[in-house]
């Protein structure tokens, strides 16, 4: 059993998709409203950590959590069933005749399940989203119910619907007592429930926010009856997937009631129905989140069944626009696996890195290294607002060269850390400029390096080692390049006695928070190394332009000209401690560069001198980290003898030009044979080093195989993928990518919908979905490499590394895009050859025989580029 893609767009449907467990689906939009939702309509609904109105879920409670929305038909000669299948009886035959029929259908960003009630003779389709293009926050159901059947049906319609109002502190801090404070009363459609107080012993605040859920049926036709109270609703002895009042109807309430100081429940009763063969009825539910008074309001605009309509329609026009860049290739499934895998990194800006089942950590926001790589992503699918966006992100980096590590809810709002923790990730300094070189490039726009952003200022000082007393008062403003050259340099001097740069927090893996005095990093240090190299290009290619002289901070000399160490960079950090004195200097873009380059080759040569070995079976690659007490983590093996790896030293030792060719092969050598897992998705983060390395991180805690002990973790074998593409080395590249690919559209095997998770289980199963920065590397992978397109300061470049199974039985493949704000189609022709490009025409137009570029002033809409 799989999911089959109905068409182009990437929507798709699955037979009985509640069979399978952990399966859950966005429901969210850019107005702030972010949902989940299981193929029962299962899940949980909010704004923020502390405004949910459905029950915050982690992932073990979607099998286990009753507290559901949900729409009950008491059939007048038949058994209570629900329309979305969460009965007690229903999951009863479920598991025996399984007498329920249903069919799910997923699409941008819409559930919708069709169901046959068992023998009732009826049908539901059940469709829920939350509309996009409006500022209000709430979700819409849709539940359509049709006689199926040769005989007439009568039933009692409920919809429902348990109304949490509050945040998710309280499952465990003062749930009963937070229900005391519900002022909960009926009106015309719905039920509200208005608490009167934020509660939080540390200070309890007046509370400003109502929930609201409100349902119609047709256009507009009112409940009879209502039960705004949760335990009345279950009735005693009942339970939430058998609740007493849709068959009772007892106790009933109507419009203008109310009662205070119980859990609240949604839940409304429509006059009794008699359905005709081939008749049917429609009804739409609303949950809404919204400030004092505003609930009802906001619902009844939309409770109505063409409303409903109307708006889903423009949700799907609204996605299939922001989700822009299209794959053509041999592969439908493929190409649409890779629509799903656009989405995600828009998903991540909603949500942050928080608020679906597998992500139950954090309250919410993205953190320093999740903004800058979705950004990736945005650069090529939404260009248009990207320039000020990546102006406002530097905005977060201190004058010492650290940065703040959570997003605010603003552009260029920042907060120190989620915890309050004083504490410095090492790998934060790389991503700006990974995702800067991928903007100049493709636009051409050089000029942004003399856009003007704001430092970060607060009282973490001395790269994390200092806090000072009382708040700061002192501003700083530099360049976009100063910013850049301040992190990468900075970086630079933060060096440990094994000669890389010191591992402090973490860096990329940040489950190697163990090791913050004597650990280090050599896969971070090597990533820096392609930085400043690819920095020396961009100066270089500044200079040309706009003149070799560039006014920097007076400060940054104490960084140039030097190869120091920890006590240069301590004397930096002591004089901008309170901010740069605003004084500046000239500095010459060349000898920068110059710098940058010397820079690069010291640690090169570091690396390849120190780092690299031989195991005891004749395997060689790079040692990737070094422990709290100074010691290699891979070159000694496991602690039972067996040769040990870690992905990540290889990902950027090949990827910033740092492995010769010759230990590229070695690389891929050691990793097939080590890390190499086929049924789990791929390549392994690491190979089991048997022992709990407190020392390292807790990583080691964990069991082998989750999560960044061992687990296939999309986001580095992504980026090994690419790194090994940005080599020449297009099939172990594919290899990579595809392996990833094939097992996460097995749906048998990874168990989830359409796109890439964070990783794969033991089990091979796909965790930690929708949300996770492998998507933006992979978008880039498959455009910049496997399709070859590539920006050259503002022209288009094209080196594909497709393989003759990627082009269909035309002989073609393809991509649609935005390059530069511009509407483009690249086709690809193989005539011969899959690689090398014979010609570029443009809309028809001949531009070039033997030339892999265009022109920026010939870029149109229609691009053929044929292969020899």
Known sequence: MSYEYTGKDGEFKLKDANRWSYLYFPDGAPSGMMGSLTPEFGGDLKTSQNTFILEPVSSDNLHNNRSTRNFWLKLENGPLVSCMGASSRQHALEATTGEDEATLYGGMLFQKVERKLGRSGLRCEVTTFVPVNTEDQIELTKVTVTNTSDEPVTFTATAAAPIYGRSADNIRDHRNVTSMLNRVRTTKYGVINFPTLTFDERGHRMNEVEYGFFCAEQEGIEPVAFCPVLEDFIGEGGSLDTPSFPITGQPAYVAGQSVDGFEAMGAAMFEQKTLEPGGRVEYVMALVIGMLDSSENTAVKYLSANVFDAQLYENKLYWKQKVNIRFRTGDKNFDNWMYWVGIQPILRRIYGCSFLPHHDY??????????????????????????????????????????????????????????????????????????????????????????????????????????????????????????????????????????????????????????????????????????????????????????????????????????????????????????????????????????????????????????????????????????????????????????????????????????????????????????????????????????????????????????????????????????????????????????????????????????????????????YHYLTGAASWLILTVLNEVFGVKGQFGDMKFEPGLLPEQFDENGQAGVSFEFNGKPVDITYVMDGGCNTVAKIEVDGELISEGENVLPKDKIGKAIRVTLK
């Open 362 to 767: 954090g309250k919410g926001g993205r953190g320093w290294r999740d903004l800058w790589q979705d950004c990736l992503a945005l650069i090529i699918m939404d260009p248009a607002d990207v320039r000020g966006m990546l102006i406002d992100n530097f905005g977060g980096v201190r004058t010492d060269g650290t940065n703040a590590t959570i997003i605010g809810t603003g552009r260029g709002e920042f907060i120190a850390d989620r915890n309050g923790i004083t504490r410095v990730w090492m790998d934060h300094a790389m991503w700006p400029f990974m995702t800067m070189d991928l903007y100049i490039r493709q636009s051409g726009d050089i000029g942004i390096l003399s856009e003007s952003a704001p430092y970060f200022i607060d009282r973490q000082v001395m790269r994390g080692e200092l806090l000072l007393e009382g708040e700061p008062s002192s501003t700083s403003k530099g360049t976009v390049l100063e910013h850049l050259l301040l992190q990468n340099l900075a970086a630079f001097f933060d060096i440990g006695e094994n000669g890389s740069m010191r591992l402090r927090g973490a860096d990329w893996n940040d489950a190697l928070d163990m090791a913050k005095d004597k650990g280090e990093s050599v896969a971070s240090t090597a990533a820096y190394c392609g930085n400043y190299r690819k920095l020396a290009q961009i100066l270089r290619e500044f200079a040309s332009s706009n003149g070799d002289s560039v006014k920097l901070a007076k400060e940054l000399t104490g960084l140039l000209g030097t190869d120091g160490g920890r006590e240069t960079l301590m004397r930096y950090c002591d004089d901008v401690k309170n901010g740069f004195s605003g004084e500046t200097s000239d500095y010459s873009l060349n000898a920068l560069a110059e710098d940058l380059e010397h820079k690069a080759n010291v640690l090169s040569v570091q690396i390849s001198d120190k780092e690299w070995f031989t195991d005891t079976e004749g395997f060689s690659r790079f040692n990737s980290y070094y422990d709290n007490n100074g010691r290699p983590l891979e070159r000694n093996g496991a602690k039972d003898g067996s040769p040990a790896m870690m992905i990540t030293g290889q990902v950027f030792t090949v990827m910033s030009g740092v492995a010769s060719d010759e230990q590229v092969k070695e690389i891929i050598r050691s990793a097939d044979k080590y890390l190499y897992e086929e049924k789990l998705g791929g390549y392994r983060l690491n190979t089991d080093f048997k022992e709990i390395k407190t020392d390292m991180g807790r990583m080691f805690g964990f069991a082998y195989g989750q999560k960044e002990n061992g687990a296939v973790f999309s986001h580095m074998t992504v980026m090994y993928g690419n790194a090994l593409y940005t080599r020449g080395f297009k099939d172990e590249g594919w290899k990579v990518i595809g392996s990833l690919y094939r097992h996460a559209a097995d749906f048998e095997s990874s168990k989830i919908y359409p796109g890439i998770p964070e990783y794969f289980d033991p089990k091979g199963r796909g965790v």
